[in-house]
């Protein structure tokens, strides 16, 4: 049973929503985002999906319009392309100086490979990108909808996968035949990768409160055994759980037996995690669309109003 839950008083700067898709994660996100900008505080909701849906669920375009959204509530949706212009301008020319010291590639060649053929690379700095956001002033809360949950799980794998890479890298190239001055750079590139990685991952467990969102089905449940044994492995402090598309309307014969199921999956829920708090959100009967219907699943999410 992990023990990595956190009070409700532990509030933290930066929510990361969790699931596996189609759950409603990115719903979720909205509408905690939306809540918070509502009582006055200076929001961002970032999206690192592939497939990012905010603009659509606020029904604005990639670029909020104050007509639509709260003035105090920015929408971003970071995209494949946008991701690797911002890790190029950052890292780029620095990994290369690595790379390129053993394997003869054009810059180019090497940008488009790294983001391509090494995603993790970009997990990595992907979680330093929302940390720089979060220790800047110009927000108060910071709500991250990221990919579905295999990726994010890969996401969370990787600062301490590359820290264990790093451990032996010294010695790799040191190896290489390279002039004593090249020798030496790379060296200490390798050294501030390594205390990047050892940065993000602390800023994880101790800056991020995770939301695990899940429905009351069968393979949803019994996922979230391994999802939380991953968390936990990580030291990482999930804040609540969210069980989405609860039915509530039993007009009919046909949803009291389904609601009757996820009744079923709910206290299972509850018996195999006691000490964490769960939100029940409803089955709504229309698609959530719209700022309107946003504050609809908000006041599920946050029924006392914090």
């Given at each position: 049973?992990?023990d990595?839950?956190a ?20 719903t ?18 970032v999206s ?12 604005v375009?990639?670029t909020p319009?104050a007509?639509?959204?709260p ?6 949706e970071i995209g ?7 890790w ?11 790379f390129?010291?053993?394997?003869d590639?054009?810059y ?19 979680v ?7 220790l ?10 990221t ?5 994010t ?14 451990k032996?890298?010294p010695?790799?190239?040191?190896r290489l ?9 790379v060296l200490?590139i ?5 205390e990047?990685?050892g940065?993000?991952m602390e ?11 899940t ?14 044994a991953?968390?936990?492995?990580h030291?990482?402090?999930i ?10 309307d039993?007009s009919s014969?046909?949803?009291?037996t389904k ?21 029940e ?26």
């Open positions: 049973m992990p990595n839950y009070c409700r008083n532990d509030e933290r700067r930066v929510v990361m929503f969790a699931g596996k898709g189609g759950v409603g994660k990115t979720c996100a909205a509408a905690t985002a939306l809540h918070h900008a509502l009582l006055g505080r200076r929001t961002l909701i690192t999906d592939p497939t990012p849906s905010l603009s659509h669920i606020f029904e375009g990639r319009r007509n639509k959204v003035q105090n509530l920015r929408v971003e494949v392309d946008r991701v690797k212009q911002m190029d301008e950052k890292f780029g020319r620095e990994v290369y100086e690595v390129s010291s053993f394997v590639i054009g180019e060649e090497f940008v488009e490979f790294v983001t391509e053929v090494l995603p993790g690379m970009r997990d990595e700095f992907m330093d990108y929302i940390r720089e956001l979060a800047k002033a110009e927000y108060e809360k910071v709500v991250w909808d990919a579905p949950l295999g990726q799980l890969g996401l969370l794998n990787m600062p301490s996968m590359l820290g264990k890479h790093l032996t890298a010695r790799i190239y040191s035949k390279l002039g004593a001055d090249s020798r030496r750079s200490d390798i050294k501030g990768w390594e990047l990685s940065t993000d800023f994880l467990r101790h800056q991020v409160e995770f939301v695990i969102v429905i009351p089905e069968a393979l949803a449940v019994e996922q979230l055994d391994d999802i939380f991953e968390f936990d492995k030291q990482l402090m804040g609540r759980l969210v069980v989405n598309n609860v039915i509530k039993t014969e046909f949803l009291v609601a009757r199921q996820q009744r079923e999956y709910i206290d299972l829920l509850q018996s195999r995690y006691p000490d964490l708090e769960k939100v959100l409803p089955m709504f009967p229309r698609e959530i669309k719209g700022i309107d219907r946003l504050k609809d699943v908000g006041k599920s999410l946050f029924q006392n109003g914090e």
